[in-house]
């Protein structure tokens, strides 16, 4: 009994790419490494980072055009390190005017309670009323100024949200030009 086994696929050697991404990109990670090639095996929890998320990736070793592939993807993970960036860079200013006012809020509530231990209460009550500002206020003051950022900002990932679009049409183009 002469038996003949016919592998009708061939063999498909695949390169691997575990890349570890903030949760709130994971969507884009998903959707954009697609048009590179890749296919996304799985995605599962960080034990270290609850904001983050490991993405497992595969794709055919014999791709073609794989360095301007390379490149484009290069290009595609900076325009998201911007985005993420410029998203931090909405709050970092007004946290850190609100931060400031809150410590001298607390400096003044400071020098109210060792002016009322030191029997001066006039000036304890004097010095309360600043230091019940300043924490009132800075919650006011972030909420103005992340929004003032916002509306400046916005512009600005949108405009890098159209570049990530155009990488990966790019890319999707030399994909479809290898099939």
């Not at 301007?68 to 290009?75: F, G, K, N, S």
């Not at 304890?124 to 900002?153: H, M, N, Q």
């Not at 916005?154 to 290898?178: Q, T």
Request: hydrophobic share 45%; proline share 2%.
């Amino acid at each position: 009994m002469n038996e003949e086994i016919k592998n009708e696929q061939s063999f498909v050697g695949y390169e691997y790419k575990d890349i570890l991404v903030n949760r709130k990109m994971e969507s884009e990670f998903s959707d954009g490494y697609v048009n590179f090639g890749w296919t996304l095996e799985n995605i599962s929890s960080t034990v270290r980072d609850r904001f983050s998320v490991m993405m497992k990736f595969k794709r055919d070793r014999r791709i073609r055009n794989k360095m301007e592939l390379t490149r484009l993807q290069r290009q595609f993970e900076a325009c998201i390190t911007e985005i993420v960036s410029l998203e931090r860079a909405k709050i970092i200013k007004a946290s850190a005017v609100a931060y400031a006012i809150g410590i001298l809020g607390t400096a003044f509530m400071a020098g109210s309670v060792f002016s009322y231990i030191a029997g001066m209460l006039v000036l304890s009550i004097i010095l309360a009323i600043p230091a019940l500002v300043g924490w009132v206020i800075p919650y006011f003051c972030f909420i103005t100024i992340r929004d003032r950022k916002t509306v400046e900002i916005n512009p600005l990932i949108d405009n890098k949200y159209d570049e990530i679009y155009e990488v990966c049409e790019k890319a999707n183009m030399l994909l479809k030009n290898n099939l």
